[in-house]
């Protein structure tokens, strides 16, 4: 079974600023952030990457979205905007091997590419 710092995180063995949780997900800040605003929403469910999802696990990738739409929104800056990704795999630049979105706002994001 795959276990990541993620993995950790979720059940309380290591320290993470926790902004949000509920059955399914947890969210909480980046250690290393790469804008003002960088939280990361994790599935509790062991999925290591985008690559591995299936029909029956898919419905997970909505719910982090829906979760940091939602915390946008409650923090004010919705309007103003904000960028949602995730990385897969060694190109994608993905390091932890458990799917999790990025949320990154709080000021004018330059454009991503190489
Ligand atoms: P990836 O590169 O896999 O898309 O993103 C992994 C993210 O996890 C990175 O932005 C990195 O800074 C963050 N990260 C790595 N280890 C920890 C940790 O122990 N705690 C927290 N809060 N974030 C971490």
Redesign the pocket.
């Known amino acids: 079974m795959t276990d990541t710092?993620f993995h950790k995180?979720i059940r309380r063995e290591?320290p993470?600023d926790i902004v949000y949780e509920d059955d399914d997900l947890i969210a909480?800040?980046?250690?290393?952030p790469?804008a003002p605003v960088h939280v990361?929403f994790v599935p509790k469910a062991t999925i290591p990457t985008l690559d591995d999802l299936t029909a029956d696990t898919a419905a997970v990738v909505g719910r982090l979205h829906l979760a940091a739409a939602r915390y946008a929104r409650e923090q004010g800056f919705a309007q103003d905007g904000y960028r949602a990704v995730m990385?897969c795999n060694a190109h994608g630049?993905?390091?932890?091997f458990q799917l999790?979105l990025?949320l990154l706002a709080g000021a004018p994001l330059g454009r991503f590419g190489t």
């Open positions: 710092i995180i290591i993470a909480f800040r980046d250690i290393a790469q990361l990385n630049g993905q390091t932890v999790h990025h």
